[in-house]
């Protein structure tokens, strides 16, 4: 079956614009998480998602904003972009359920270049 | 607080040679551990978990790791290396029910010499 698909893969933004990235999980994966990938911090956890509501959140500026729909697809949302933000955004997702295998799948990511 | 130390950033053994790469973590509950790997310009492949049970555990393309807790340590082993296993190494650390939610170490990259 499909992978974790996430829109678009590059992305060049200007300072203080605003950002909105897209993931659809594998089909069936009612979890989503999005995770900030920079060479200075590392992966940091941004937010989970699941059945809509949000269930876990990091420790970043309310500028960053996700949502989740009910076909499980996930968007965020970075508001007033920061230098600082230009980062790998991974999406990863996960069954809940009986089926929970506690992997997570990663996307490709989407790379925001902010200038 | 809660942590995940990997203290190699860079390795390079030969092609056949084996392989450890360490990992360290502090975490207050039972932990949930996972060895992750990103090729360039990819995503995280899962290679193996630890949630209980046997503390030596198998995961894909012939890795293996053991989790110690005595040394709060889940060390990623591969007895002969292969060129394709040239990547970046992630450990990560996470809590029961709460899988969507990882803290990461820095990661180790790997360089395959021929």
């Known amino acids: 079956k499909a992978g974790v698909t996430q829109t678009p893969r590059y992305l060049i933004k200007t300072r203080g614009q605003q950002v909105t990235l897209s993931c659809s999980p594998i089909s069936g994966h009612r979890s989503v998480s999005w995770y900030q990938q920079t060479p200075g911090q590392g992966l940091q956890f941004l937010f989970e998602?699941?059945?809509?509501?949000?269930?876990n959140k990091g420790n970043f500026p309310g500028r960053f904003s996700g949502r989740q729909f009910s076909n499980s697809r996930s968007e965020m949302n970075v508001s007033t972009l920061e230098l600082g933000d230009s980062a790998l955004y991974l999406c990863?997702?996960?069954?809940?359920?009986?089926?929970?295998?506690?992997?997570?799948?990663f996307g490709e990511g989407s790379r925001l270049t902010v200038l | 607080a809660q942590s995940v130390t990997q203290p190699d950033i860079h390795i390079t053994v030969s092609e056949g040679a084996s392989l450890e790469l360490r990992c360290n973590y502090s975490y207050g509950a039972t932990p949930y551990l996972f060895w992750y790997v990103q090729s360039p310009g990819q995503g995280l492949q899962l290679l193996l978990k630890y949630f209980s049970g046997d503390t030596l555990v198998q995961g894909i393309k012939g890795f293996e790791a053991e989790f110690k807790r005595s040394q709060s340590s889940f060390n990623l082993r591969k007895p002969s290396v292969h060129w394709s296993d040239a990547a970046e190494y992630f450990c990560a650390v996470g809590a029961a029910g709460s899988q969507g939610n990882l803290i990461f170490g820095k990661g180790t990259k790997l360089s395959v010499k021929p």
């Open positions: 990863a997702s996960s069954s809940r359920g009986p089926t929970n295998t506690g992997e997570l799948f």
């Open positions: 998602y699941f059945s809509e509501t949000q269930r």
